[in-house]
């Protein structure tokens, strides 16, 4: 028998209260004590709670049910898609992604967080062939509550111990009264049989009533390192132990940062520091960075450079024991979903870290995957995910088995190479940053005086291939292949501008008969030609200007019999920087002299049997901009961009200063300007932008597909679709 009409009105009203309140096992109790079968509203927001709640099965239940009474609330599209990611079927998720984002409109807030999720399974299925790098267990319900578990960590010194912080429900005693505490302790477990013991905290000294949150554990494993507060906290190392008395106030941790903008910390050796934060000088949002004590006193934090960090944010470093892996959580682009977990070695032989690798799943998740440390044995990891499927609420703690082991050993080193090589640097920093007009840049990273510099240009041009330079990587592919020698050797380099602003310098004027030699003699090889301006004026100027600087280096090939129909021409404006135009609040000279210049790039066309591997900056991690990088990393593979305009004269429109990537080409045989904005990795958020271009009066914008930074040609498009899926959706919808 249904409950009375009154009664069941309250039972819902008490379900939705208790909803957005996030208590969802409440509100499930409430709704199913109300007859909600014909109410497609209230079945909606408990399949809502059984999603939250790990019942998927129900939820879809609830969803199908609530849709077939007349729901037509996209939201219900939405949490389709959202069940779809958290089980990893990421094509069905797609497709409800792709229809809510049809029903709610290109204003809807929700769209660029769907768009981001459309990315994030579309990464995903490109990761669905590499093999997975660990299994994953739940810790289980001895371990983990409905709320937050954080910041696990293996003991130092027992194979079976584990400690970490949650914001489980706690009796406190504050002065003579107890209180009730949701804020985070740190609590200790012990693994036996494959199973672990119940959660207990460890010294009530040290468990107050503020947030303590467990960071890290010295190697002998006697002190612990936390931070305790509010919003503002303080970073301590405490022994596990000792009981402070009541007259005493705990030491804070002497530190080169502010722990108020620290929120994750490792520490190696005792004396090394690998921490995120995000009010430092960085590359955008939290940035990893390193710090050391020497004598007694700490050297300045130094970033830990472009290979690790991102534009976005790069969180909870751990360094293992080798002093050479380091693992990290990020929310960069091309990821499984939120925070994803990566992995990177440093190679000191050439001094910067490798690009950092993604977990994949079923380590990462479409959710925050975090606090990942390994355990001594190599081979056991744990993190921390609030991922939604098989969890028991919050974040859960979760163990991995890596699989195949690991190498990572302790490292004798006191030392360890990434630390030590930014010393050196940091040593001989000012030979990066002269004040001298009189100085110059040459490409290696050295440092020429005026008279050198001329020296340099009058070397004869028959020796000039082999003056100081990393010669450009060109190796025959194919049978036949009968160019001579010696032209492998050339010299692929950027051009700067003289002291008198003139990029048709003698010294460029050298360079550029080189590459008309290289061109001459290799008819299967093209050439691009880029041009880079500063920070001098409107968006629309610098993209103009800069093109134009490239035009200058065309008529010099040009008039060295070079065809006009095999250079490309590119300006960029003054969007990627190589340096930084100031460092810890002083301006770079180096800036003026670097980052406007003209790029030459070899291209192949299609009778080409060469591989061309080009040369990259040695820029010193401190001064490196990031910009630069970013542009070549999302350039990488297929890319879509907009056309906005084709013109023969500068454009001016507001578009221009709202979208990133700017860019003018000049394609041959055409003379005109085309002009681009974006760089995206997939059709449907291009095409979601293309839409929002229309509002722009801009009659037209058409998406352009790019493989490695070139236009496709359109009778490639259906050859290159097997090799790059994602073409296929650019030709169903914008090919005729």
Partial sequence: MFAPLQAQEDYISEGEKLLKEQKYKEAIYFYKYADIDNNPSALFKRAYCYFKTNNFSKAQ??????????????????????????????KEAITFYKDYLKAVGSDHPSRLIVVEYVKNCNSAINYRFKPAVGTVKNLGAAVNSPYDEISPLTSPNYDNVYYFSSNRKSNKQDADVEIVSYNYDIYRIESA??????ALPINPEMNGIENEVLLDISDDGQIL???????????YADTFGVVIPEYLERQ???????????????????????????????????????TMMIEGAWIDPFNLGPQINTIYDEVSPYLAADGTSLYFSSNRIKGIGGYDIYATNYNASKKKWSRAKNMLPPINSDKDDIYFRLHRNGRTGVFSSDRLLNSGGGYDLYQTEMTGGSNITNTNKIVPDFVQHYLDAYQEKEIFIVPNDEIIYSYEDEIYGEEQAQEEAEIPEEEAREYNETPIAVTGSGEGTSYPEEILNFQNRSLFPDKSGDIASERNQLIVAEAARFLMVNPGTNIEIVGHTLKEGLPEYDLYFSIKFAEEIKDLLTSQNIAGDRILLKGLGSAYPLVKYDSGGQGVDLSEKMNKRVEMNLIQSGNSSYRITQEKYDIPD???????????????????????????????NEVLANYKHIMIENTPPDRM?????????????TFFIKRELEGYN????????????QRIERDKLFILADKYPDLANFIEYEID
């Fill in 252 to 290: 804070k941790m002497a530190s080169p940062f502010n722990e108020s903008s620290v929120d994750y910390l490792d520490v190696f050796k005792d004396n090394i520091f690998v921490f995120a934060s995000k009010d430092m000088q960085g590359y955008g949002g939290y940035d990893l960075y390193g």
């Fill in 673 to 685: 300007y085309k002009y681009t904005v974006g760089m995206y990795d997939n059709y449907t958020e």
């Fill in 61 to 90: 239940k609830d969803i199908i049910q609530s849709i077939n009474q007349g729901n037509q609330n996209p939201e219900t599209l939405f949490l389709m898609g959202q069940m779809k990611h958290s089980e990893s079927k990421y």
């Fill in 225 to 235: 390192f936390f931070s305790q507060g509010f919003d503002e906290k303080y970073v």
């Fill in 698 to 709: 801009i009659e037209n914008p058409q998406v352009v597909p790019y493989i490695d930074g």
């Fill in 193 to 198: 049989n494959d199973n672990f013991t119940r």
């Fill in 622 to 652: 401190y001064l490196r901009a990031a910009e630069s990088q970013l542009y070549m990393t999302l350039k990488d593979g297929l890319s879509y961009k907009i056309q906005i305009a084709e013109t023969d004269k500068l454009l001016k």
